[in-house]
């Protein structure tokens, strides 16, 4: 199994960028699937973004579309999260997350098997 690390989180004012990043150890990075999912308080995890395992297909959820962009450099074992103009509404933990396949739906919690910790995201007014 591989084992996902969340790193880049922290506090950003409203209208500001963060680059998070996912790093992997375990099995052969380049082959998973890695998705990103945020969860609020109170709140159902939400799906952010996914990437298959060459990074040529990628997918986003709607309430990030056109803020974010993931990336994935697997000579670094590395997936990427880029956000801009952030919301307070983005603050979150945002967690990694693997799976062995690329799909035509990506976006459910249930189709990943290996889990990172998570990272904090707070976006201030």
């Known amino acids: 199994q591989v084992q996902l690390v969340e790193s880049g989180g922290g506090l950003v004012q409203t209208g500001g960028s963060l680059r998070l990043s996912c790093t992997a150890s375990?099995?052969?990075?380049?082959?998973?699937?890695v998705g990103w999912f945020r969860q609020a308080p109170g709140k159902e995890r939400e799906f952010v973004a996914a990437?298959?395992?060459?990074?040529?297909?990628?997918q986003y959820g709607n309430s990030v579309k056109d803020r974010v962009t993931i990336s994935r450099d697997n000579a670094k074992n590395t997936v990427y999260l880029e956000m801009n103009s952030l919301k307070p509404e983005d603050t979150a933990i945002y967690y990694c997350a693997a799976k062995s396949s690329w799909s035509i739906i990506n976006y459910l919690p249930s189709q990943y098997d290996n889990w990172g910790q998570g990272t904090q995201v707070t976006v201030s007014s």
């Open positions: 990437s298959s395992s060459s990074g040529g297909s990628t």
């Open positions: 375990g099995r052969t990075f380049s082959k998973v699937v």
